[in-house]
């Protein structure tokens, strides 16, 4: 089982970039999904949750209302739509996979992680 992100790359600030992450074999449908991020020096940090359905979702107040996560009706594969990014958004984003399918208590319950994308969002 593996989570797949892409859409990385390098932007000036004020663009957008969309990033995806495919569950394989349809892995997690029944799980919330979302997306975390690290720069360099600094510790992970929550950036969105979607629940499995779709239909609920939370973010870190520092990408609220600039970022958008979706997902299909139970489907494993989410996308984070990033506009008006900032060079503070620049970080190797992660894509993770939760125990449970809501979207309370968004720091606990990670337990699979993919591999990173790095976006990197210059002045």
């Known amino acids: 089982v593996q989570l797949q992100a892409s859409g990385g790359g390098s932007v000036q600030a004020g663009d957008s970039l969309r990033l995806s992450c495919a569950a394989s074999d349809g892995a997690f449908s029944g799980r919330a999904m979302g997306w975390f991020r690290q720069a360099p020096g600094k510790d992970r940090e929550f950036v969105a949750v979607?629940?499995?359905?779709?239909?609920?979702?939370s973010y870190a107040d520092s990408v609220k209302g600039r970022f958008t996560l979706s997902r299909r009706y139970a489907e494993t594969t989410v996308y984070l739509q990033m506009n008006s990014l900032k060079p503070e958004d620049t970080a190797v984003y992660f894509c993770?996979?939760?125990?449970?399918?809501?979207?309370?208590?968004?720091?606990?319950?990670?337990?699979?992680w993919g591999q990173g994308t790095l976006v990197t969002v210059s002045s």
């Open positions: 993770a996979a939760r125990q449970g399918a809501g979207v309370l208590n968004p720091l606990e319950g990670w337990y699979f």
């Open positions: 979607i629940s499995w359905d779709g239909a609920k979702t």
